[in-house]
Each structure stands twice: as C-alpha cells, then as structure tokens.
C-alpha cells in the first residue's frame, strides 16, 4: 500500500513525492510544482495554487486501477501518448497523489491532502477525478469523503463517462445508492458502445433534432425537426434509464421497428442511443389517433369503419406474418393507431410488442396492471398472466371496431381496471347500435374475434378477406341508392329545359315522328 505523508515532514519531502507507479506526465512538460505546508526556500509563507491554476489543464494522466467505463478497448491515439507520456519526474503533484490515495482508499492521506493544498475537483489530462477512480473501485468510504469536502457528483471525464456511469459499469451498488443520494444522475446511455464501428446504422446524432419549438403529443413522444421535416420523437427519459425493464423494452422495440416495413405500420427513422435521453425517430402523423378522432366523429357509417378495420388488419397481418419470426403488438387500442394525411390507418407504438420466437406463445414477466398499460383492450389471457399468442391483437382489434360502430369505448361505465375482469368472467360489451349498422355478417366476425378459447378467433388474413366481402356488399348496396337518385336528378333536369326552351320540345317531336315513320 501506498504510504501515507509522513507528517512531520513536508509533502515535498515525503516519500510519496517519488514518482508514483501509474503517473504519467507529458514530456517537455513543466516541472509540477508541489506546494508544502512550510515555507518556501526564501523563507516567504507559501500560498496554495488559485483557482485559476488550479483550473488549469493536467500535464498528469493517472493509469493505476479500473479505468474510465468508456474508455476505448483500444485507442491508438491514446496508447501513443501513454507511450509518450512515460518518463520520470521527481515531483509529483499533490493532485495527482490525490487520485492514488482514492485509489488506494487511503482516507487519512486523502484527509491531509485535501487540509493542505490539494483540489479535490482536480481532473487528469482523460478528464478524470478522483471521485470517478473511488467509484471505479467501489471505495464507498472514499466516495462518502470526497463528496463531503465538496466534489463535484456528476464531472464527465474525455469519454462522456461519470462516477455513477462508473459505478453501474463496474456493478459498485453501494457507490451507486450513494452517488444517487447526493443528485448523481445517469447521463451515459445503457446502449453506449465504446468501438465507434459499432455504432448502428440508424444512429441519429441528437444535435440534428431541433425540439426547441417540439409539441408535446401523448406520453413520452414530442414533435421535432430533423433535416427539415417533422418527426416524431419518442424519448426514455434519465429518470427511468436506470429501469432495467424499461430500457429493456426501448431495445426491444427499436430491434422491432428495424425490421417493419408497411403502408399500414409507422415508419421507423432512425434512433439516437449513444448518449442520454435516447430517443426513438419515426414519421410524425399530424392527423392525430383514432381516439381522438372518435371522441370528435363519434359513431362512424359501416362504410367508414370497415375502411379503417382493413387498414388496421392489414397492418396486423403484416406483423403477424413476419419471418422469421411473429410480432405480437399486445397494446393495440384506439390511441396507437394513427391516421396519415390520405385519411389512411397505422399500427404505432411497439413499447410492450413481442417477437414470437421458437415457442408458439409468449407470457409476460409479471402480473398485468393497468399502471403498466391500458386495461381497456387487453385479452383476458393476458390479463389472467396465461400464455398467450397472436390471437390476443385479434381480441383487441373486435373491440375497436365494435368501437367505431357503437361510437363509445367498451364498457364505458365501468372502470378502466374493472374492465379486464369483465373480460375474463365472460362479459363483452352491448350491442346497442341498430343491427342494420352491423349487417352482412360484421356482428359475427366481431363475436368471432372476441371469442373466449383464442383458437376460435380468426387470423387476420382471415379477418382481411371477410371484411373485403362487406365492404363490397356495403359498396353495392350505395351504388343502387345512389342510381335512383341521379335518374330523379336527370329527369329533373330535362324538364326544366323543356320548361324554359319550347323549341326544343318541337324539335323532339319531329324526330318523333320522322322515327315513326
């Protein structure tokens, strides 16, 4: 272990004044000067460094210990001036034996040196301070001192990392709980690759993001600028980069919306995931949802809805039949589906989507709450935290047509977390609209879809082919109302021309009777 100063002597005296394995020092630097406790050699009272000084650039790197979490696996750069950097210097500056005290976990010596003249916010030529080499090493004690004499909580060393980045890197949890007491906030983004040739295509640098003007829209999505046009943008806040289950279902729909490509699915953009907040980039859709076009239309003509019920099954049938592997959405409801400038539907929001994998159904990591997500739509097999598959969007997908029909939420009245249990004890919502709204066999599929046993729901390519048939059947049966009334609307016409243009009746009749003869 590294001796502690001797103090009877002064620190420039002191066997730690040698050059310290893991200091390195730029060559042709300055000789450091070490400031004692005594007096200079003129006899004049030594005063300690200015800030300004103090503030000045490190001619010292410290290479002892667990290194900086974000620190390059291999930087050529660096190991140049690593190489270049490796000379001897007699004198050591306080600062820099500062950083190997923390790194030794020398309280008493840190203690002394900070009495004296040390800067306990001193940063090495990488940025570094000895808070980030205490938390490196899960030096609580060392950590708990260092912020009580005054160090700063969140410094961010060359590579962007913090203490606390640090910290969760090297699984110090004790450093982390105490970091976080003291106002550390996470400003590292979990997804962080250290090689830049790692970094994914779809990567969007924050600063082309202009969210100075952004509009807030529902939860965590804004609208932003990016390259002149609007996008929208869904962002995981620093508050919750610390969830393991909510960073978790960021990758997980970002691995998703990579690979989905339709007219009836939201587009993917592109991601920012190298820094916080990271952000998910998509088309921005400025006609809203369909729940707030609801809540302004209300009940929609047959016509309309099974319009919308196409868009929304073709989106469905797309994700359900993706290779290699199926996409369950598991959150599809009113709010998610967005309606583009042409009037048409999209499938968004992919935050609790599964990917179908070897197994042919899912299950969720713990019970449902209506905390989690809205209860409103969800199939009761989830609810009950069964297993489930592709069949639970089908179950929701017979409520939002219902929906567009009735011109109402199902079951309205109750409460949104009493409504899951109507599910799963065998309830579905009223039928109160006139049953001519519901013709050619739309009630049946919309029973069919909301089936108790998933294995009697339809597919969605079923569903797709069904409604095609109604939607012709409502297509013909406007065509012969509109017929009669363009015929009433011709004769009309031709009457009023007799009426004001005697001659033409003349001129009618003597081709009559031409013809006749």
Not at 299 to 308: E, H, Q, S
Not at 479 to 491: A, E, G, I, S, T
Not at 495 to 511: A, E, I, L, N, V
Request: proline share 7%.
């Amino acid at each position: 272990a590294f001796p502690r100063p001797n103090a009877d002597l002064p620190l420039s005296s002191s066997p730690s004044a040698s050059l310290l394995p893991g200091v390195l020092q730029e060559p042709g630097a300055p000789k450091s000067r070490v400031y004692t406790r005594g007096r200079k050699p003129g006899g004049e009272q030594q005063q300690p460094p200015s800030p300004a000084a103090m503030e000045s650039k490190s001619v010292g790197r410290f290479t002892l210990g667990r290194q900086s979490s974000l620190m390059p696996e291999s930087d050529g750069e660096l190991e140049k001036l690593v190489a270049a950097c490796e000379v001897e210097d007699p004198e050591i500056p306080d600062n820099i034996r500062l950083m190997y005290l923390a790194n030794e976990g020398d309280l008493a010596g840190i203690e002394e040196l900070l009495d004296s003249a040390a800067d306990v916010n001193f940063r090495d030529i990488d940025g570094r301070t000895a808070l980030h080499v205490a938390a490196c090493q899960g030096l609580t004690d060392v950590v708990e001192l260092l912020l009580r004499k005054g160090a700063e909580v969140d410094p961010k060393d060359r590579w962007g990392s913090t203490p606390l980045a640090d910290a969760i890197h090297y699984k110090n949890n004790d450093v982390i709980k105490l970091l976080e007491k003291h106002g550390a906030k996470i400003q590292v983004a979990p997804m962080h690759v250290k090689n830049a040739r790692e970094v994914p295509e779809y990567e969007i640098d924050p600063k082309e993001l202009d969210v100075t003007n952004s509009i807030g829209t529902k939860g965590t999505f804004r609208v932003a600028l990016w390259r002149g046009i609007q996008v929208a943008v869904k962002m995981l806040g620093d508050d919750v980069i610390t969830d393991e289950d909510k960073v978790r279902a960021f990758r997980d729909e970002l691995a998703l919306l990579q690979k989905v490509r339709h007219p009836n699915v939201v587009q993917f953009l592109g991601a920012v995931t190298q820094s916080s907040p990271m952000m998910i980039v998509t088309e921005y859709l400025p006609k809203g949802d369909l729940c707030q076009y609801l809540k302004n239309k209300g009940a929609l003509k047959p016509i309309a809805a099974v319009r919308f019920a196409l868009d929304i099954a073709r989106g469905m049938n797309y994700l359900h039949e993706h290779k290699p592997e199926a996409i369950i959405h598991r959150d599809l409801e009113p709010s998610n589906i967005l309606r583009d400038d042409s009037g048409h539907l999209k499938v968004a929001d992919f935050g609790v989507s599964k990917f179908l994998r070897k197994a042919n159904t899912v299950r969720e990591d713990r019970p449902l709450t209506c905390l989690d997500s809205s209860c409103r739509y969800v199939a009761p097999e989830v609810f009950l935290n069964e297993e489930y598959d592709t069949k639970v969007d089908v179950f929701s997908f017979s409520l939002i047509l219902q929906e567009m029909i009735e011109g109402c939420p199902p079951f309205l009245a109750k409460q949104e977390s009493e409504v899951p249990k109507s599910y799963a004890a065998k309830e579905r919502p009223p039928f109160r609209a006139s049953l001519k709204l519901y013709s050619h066999g739309l009630k049946e599929l919309i029973e069919e879809c909301w089936s108790e046993d998933p294995s009697k729901r339809p597919t969605f390519k079923e569903i797709i082919a069904r409604l095609s048939s109604i939607q012709n059947h409502l297509a013909h049966k406007r065509r012969w109302k509109v017929r009669p009334l363009k015929c009433f609307q011709n004769l009309e016409a031709i009457w009023k021309k007799d009426y004001t243009d005697p001659g033409s009746r003349s001129s009618r009749s003597s081709r009559s009777s031409r013809s006749n003869c």
